[in-house]
């Protein structure tokens, strides 16, 4: 059996009870930091607190070689670990696949995702957003990849919202900010308003809207952060930004 086990978004503690319970049974434990990593835990962390082993894999372990992962699923219980949920990349798609050719069975332990979070907090309708994009860290003087621009155009053209989850680089301890993104995706966006969403899923998650150019010039603290660029607001959308996101009555001046 190999199951697939989401930790939630910030901590040891952020795991489901069933997540839990299936990380306590199994023979082994792999956990995964590449496509994010826990704000408030480390690997260590999560060992101590569930009294369990765990081995990292690093993207190559995953995506190009596997075999360790799916050699003890073939005659041991085995979970593997994901922050976030399990299935929103599609690098855990493509191992689950994987396990099934190999007559592997497997299941799902949900977790909360980056984007449910990110309306919950903002209480932007989550039925209102619109495709993902990834904000890259910048190279040298390259401009935004026009592809991550037409993700954001192409929402907003129909009205809807836009989340950007940030670049990061966890074996090199690296996470772009949301001011740094801001500061990217500014000129390409004149006047848009940004919602950045700091530290989700911690005891004191940070929410604020204003324009990019603004939101560049401010700190967040600590990482991880979201951004998202809100299309066509509805009047509880905007109430809820206000009230929970502390944006200035002018950014709705022209009833956006």
């Known amino acids: 059996m190999l199951t697939f086990v989401g930790l939630g978004l910030y901590d040891e503690r952020s795991i489901t009870i069933e997540g839990r319970d299936a990380l306590h049974d199994a023979d082994r434990a792999f956990v995964e930091r590449y496509t994010s990593t826990l704000g408030g835990a480390s690997v260590a962390d999560l060992e101590a607190y569930h009294d369990v082993e765990i081995e990292t894999r690093d993207r190559a372990g995953v995506e190009r070689d596997p075999t360790a992962i799916l050699d003890a699923a073939e005659t041991e219980d085995v979970v593997f670990l994901v922050v976030g949920d399990p299935m929103v990349s599609t690098t855990h798609v493509d191992l689950r696949l994987r396990a099934h050719d190999r007559g592997i069975e497997t299941r799902i332990v949900h977790g909360t995702t980056a ?70 995706l500014a000129p ?40 998202v660029i809100p299309g066509v607001l509805h009047d509880l ?12 009555d002018r950014l709705f001046a022209d009833g956006s």
């Open 115 to 184: 984007q449910t979070a990110a309306s919950s907090l903002t209480g932007l309708q989550n039925y209102r957003f619109g495709k993902a994009t990834t904000v890259p860290f910048a190279y040298g003087d390259r401009p935004i990849p026009e592809s991550v621009v037409d993700t954001i155009d192409d929402n907003r053209d129909r009205g809807l919202h836009t989340l950007c989850y940030l670049d990061i680089k966890a074996a090199e301890d690296r996470y772009l900010t949301a001011s740094a993104a801001a500061d990217r």
């Open 188 to 227: 390409a966006l004149e006047d848009a308003i940004g919602v950045v969403v700091a530290r989700a899923g911690s005891p004191e998650p940070q929410v604020a809207a204003d324009t990019l150019a603004r939101l560049a010039d401010r700190e967040f603290g600590d990482p991880l952060h979201l951004l």
């Open 237 to 248: 959308e905007r109430e809820a930004l206000s009230a929970l996101a502390n944006a200035p």
